[in-house]
């Protein structure tokens, strides 16, 4: 008998021509880094044939582990769990026949449709088999009658057996399809720099841009002792997550400390926050030219919070030498909220941890911040050799 | 008690949990192998065991002078203190009364009581973290079911006088359940359940250098408490679940070990605080000592910084590797539980933090601890929100 496998459909790279190879191969790296995570190298093999990848030998206690997975990946349009055969044509389908049975009895399980109807659609790729294709979805139907109450209907069918009959003598058998994330394969859209806070916003924009194709290296800061080890692993946890969506996302996490006690010592307290954001600015521009990122990703929504007007998303933007893609800017809470319930994050986020911007809150921060003042607060600071010295202590996690 | 880098910190926060000590690990690790049987077969492999276990639940028996009761063993405080609430919890209606600073395993049972249509009172606590009688007394009425009140504050080290409180309770109502959560005081002051009174005391082992994932309820003969936990009927049908021998055996060995060296510990950790409390205050002389050193066990420290968050300090003084703790005042869901009791003013209610010693502590570090705490102190209470 045949054994379970999952093929995978892809999506929009169709549209790119030319590129296809390329965003194929990107694809592919990122199912792999995917599934070695979960099963290790050699827990699966991975085959590709025509515009079609497939699963295969795994371990079937993984298998809703592997479609969950699957179906997070961007640019995958489908999946589906079929069984391999041999089309056995010379012994009258009978491999497929028996495939099929299951399957059926499956489908009538769990049917709720009054008079369901189905079609079996078999697609013959081994033209060796001199049967013509509608001959051999007729000869398999019986199967379904037989073990069934549905009726076959060719165009208002209820459910769909498929048969791809393949030049390799093997025939896959399907009557089910998942739907995937979409999007473009992560790292076809170049790569981008995410300030990733532990807060909810910024998990859900790397979720946001890697749907786009966009390849992420995450930058985080953090304040000890007025932040602890613990929101820190958070972070990395939440990082944890995204990567099922992001593929592999480097993250880095920066010392802050020194650079907000300077400001709150030698700064306007209504200015702490745009200049904490000016020099968060700075140092993911400058780790972004490392790391070679075009962009910088934040999860700002307009008007969220005080740092998030458009005078203080000026004042800080001109800090940073790269475009700032801000996925969520016109985004509530609740949509927000919405998808990080979605892509696994939100329980995450919402753990208490103070993070790097709630330390040194002043009572009254300016809202919209004159970038000439800002500028001139900021004189009292040595720029430079404070961020220098804060990337000096970078940790890579 | 060792652990491979002991020697590079300071732990002080001993009211959180204990090392184990050298006693008890060695007993569990000699018994976690061979003693696998299940006690409640029929081979004589296992009868012994089960005779072990009795041997052992003697032990703490006579720990807590449980003469006049039984003491069963569970998986630890919390949930001896959840046993005590759902078991106890008498007709729907009916009046229990537990005290304002209980840990969270009896506040947060006794609140899923009162959405069910109980009566929960909370009796307050005085600045001190006792509880105040005579606002306990008010509450009291025929209609009282059960009553909770912890021995020893987890967050100050005050003590309760329970033999009073149950006094009190029974002559108003005669028949209600009076429990006291000892898990703070079990072998840190002198103690007799029979002299207090009461009716069930919970103790686990964690807290006196044992074990985690062991404890005891103490249950008076003829108190009436329904198991929490039903199946096959273990510990006389008041706590089913194979009882975990090892555990057991690890749990006996350190209380003997505590109450080998009980006198000894008890003067010397009285000595260690005074001297602790005496340095902090020259260093720091707006300190504020929320511990009453005339009603407390000896080895809780609690006191209120000047504009600090005591969550910053205890980071901070991780990196000098000085561990110490806030308390679970400092838990964001109990803000608004704890942040009035100690009666204290807007610059020191964030600056919380809480000191609990061990018999390992050694007076020769307290200079150094406190020479840290200040200049951290000094050097936060510069960052205070303008």
Do not use: W
């Not at chain 1, 694809?27 to 995917?34: D, E, M, S």
């Not at chain 2, 029929?42 to 276990?53: F, H, S």
């Amino acid at each position: 008998m045949g054994k379970r496998v999952i093929i995978i459909r892809y999506g929009e790279i169709f549209l790119k021509g030319k590129n296809r190879s390329y965003f194929e191969s990107l694809l592919i790296k990122n199912v792999k880094f995917a599934l070695d995570k979960l099963l290790g190298e050699g827990g699966y093999a991975f085959k590709r044939s025509q515009a079609r990848y497939s699963i295969e030998d795994y371990s079937e206690l993984k298998e809703a582990e592997i479609v969950d997975r699957l179906t997070k990946i961007f640019g995958i349009h489908s999946l589906s769990v079929a069984m391999k055969v041999p089309s056995d044509a010379e012994n009258n389908f009978e491999a497929i026949k028996q495939a099929m049975i299951p399957l059926a009895e499956e489908l009538e399980e769990e049917n709720t449709l009054l008079d369901p109807t189905f079609r079996v659609t078999v697609k013959r790729a081994d033209k060796r088999i001199p049967i013509p294709s509608y001959e051999i979805a007729a000869e398999l139907a019986g199967t379904v009658l037989r073990h069934t109450s549905f009726k076959v209907d060719l165009k208002r069918y209820d459910y769909d057996f498929e048969v791809d009959i393949r030049e390799t003598g093997d025939a896959y058998v399907y009557s089910k399809v998942i739907l995937g994330a979409g999007g473009l394969p992560v790292g076809c859209s170049s790569k981008g720099m995410l300030l990733l806070s532990g807060g909810i916003d910024s998990p859900v924009a790397a979720y946001m841009m890697a749907k786009r194709g966009m390849k992420l290296v995450a930058v985080h800061f953090a304040s000890p002792p007025y932040t602890s080890e613990l929101a820190k692993q958070k972070v990395v946890r939440l990082r944890n997550i995204v990567e099922d969506y992001t593929s592999r996302m480097k993250l880095f996490v920066v010392p802050f400390t020194e650079i907000q006690l300077a400001i709150h010592e030698h700064c306007p307290a209504e200015y702490m926050i745009t200049i904490m954001r000016r020099f968060m600015m700075r140092i993911a521009t400058k780790l972004a030219e490392q790391q070679d990122c075009k962009a910088i990703i934040t999860g700002e929504s307009l008007g969220q919070v005080a740092s998030q007007t458009v005078e203080s998303m000026t004042s800080t933007e001109s800090c940073a030498g790269l475009p700032i893609f801000r996925p969520l800017i016109a985004f509530d809470k609740e949509e927000t909220m919405d998808i990080a319930k979605k892509i696994g994050t939100y329980d995450t986020s919402i753990e208490p941890f103070e993070d790097c911007c709630t330390v040194f809150l002043p009572k009254n921060p300016a809202i919209k911040p004159r970038l000439e003042r800002v500028m001139q607060a900021e004189q009292a600071l040595d720029i430079d050799a404070l961020v220098e010295k804060a990337m000096s202590g970078i940790e890579k996690y | 008690m060792t652990t491979d880098d002991s020697a590079k910190f300071i732990y002080l926060d001993n009211a959180a949990t204990t090392m184990m000590c050298d006693e008890a690990a060695q007993a569990l690790s000699e018994a976690l192998s061979p003693e696998f049987f299940n006690p409640s077969a029929r081979y004589k492999q296992a009868t012994g065991m089960l005779e072990r276990i009795n041997s052992d639940r003697a032990v703490i028996r006579a720990a807590l002078g449980g003469t006049f009761g039984e003491v069963y063993f569970n998986s630890g405080g919390t949930e001896g203190n959840n046993t005590v609430i759902f078991g106890a919890k008498g007709r729907k209606g009916s009046r229990i009364i537990i005290g304002e600073g209980e840990h969270d395993s009896i506040y947060a049972p006794a609140m899923e009581l009162k959405n069910n249509g109980y009566d929960v009172c909370v009796a307050p606590i005085n600045t001190d973290g006792s509880v105040n009688f005579d606002k306990f007394k008010q509450l009291l009425n025929e209609n009282v079911s059960l009553v909770s009140i912890m021995h020893v504050s987890n967050e100050t080290g005050a003590i309760n006088d329970i033999a009073k409180f149950v006094r009190a309770t029974k002559r108003v109502a005669p028949n209600a359940i009076f429990h006291s959560d000892g898990v703070q005081a079990f072998l840190k002051l002198p103690l007799s359940v029979a002299a207090l009174g009461v009716d069930a005391y919970t103790v686990t082992a964690h807290k006196i250098h044992g074990p985690k994932g062991i404890g005891a309820l103490y249950v008076k003969r003829g108190a009436k408490i329904k198991p929490l936990i039903l199946g096959g009927g273990q510990e006389s049908n008041f706590r089913s679940g194979t009882e975990s021998a090892p555990l057991i055996r690890s749990f006996a060995a350190a209380v003997r070990y505590c109450n080998e060296n009980f006198e000894a510990n008890y003067s010397k950790l009285t000595q260690y605080r005074e001297y602790f409390a005496q340095k902090l205050t020259q260093y720091l002389p707006d300190t504020v000592i929320i511990t009453p050193f005339d009603n407390s066990i000896p080895n809780i420290l609690r006191v209120a910084f000047k504009n600090v968050r005591g969550e910053v300090l205890l980071h901070s003084l991780e990196e000098d590797n000085i561990l110490v703790g806030t308390g679970s005042a400092c838990a964001s869901h109990h803000e608004s539980r704890f942040k009035q009791m100690f009666g204290l003013d807007d610059e020191h209610i964030e600056g919380v933090i809480r000191f609990s010693f061990s018999a390992e502590n050694d007076q020769n570090e307290v200079d150094h601890v406190c020479e840290r705490v200040a200049y951290h102190v000094n050097a936060l209470a510069k960052t205070v929100r303008r």
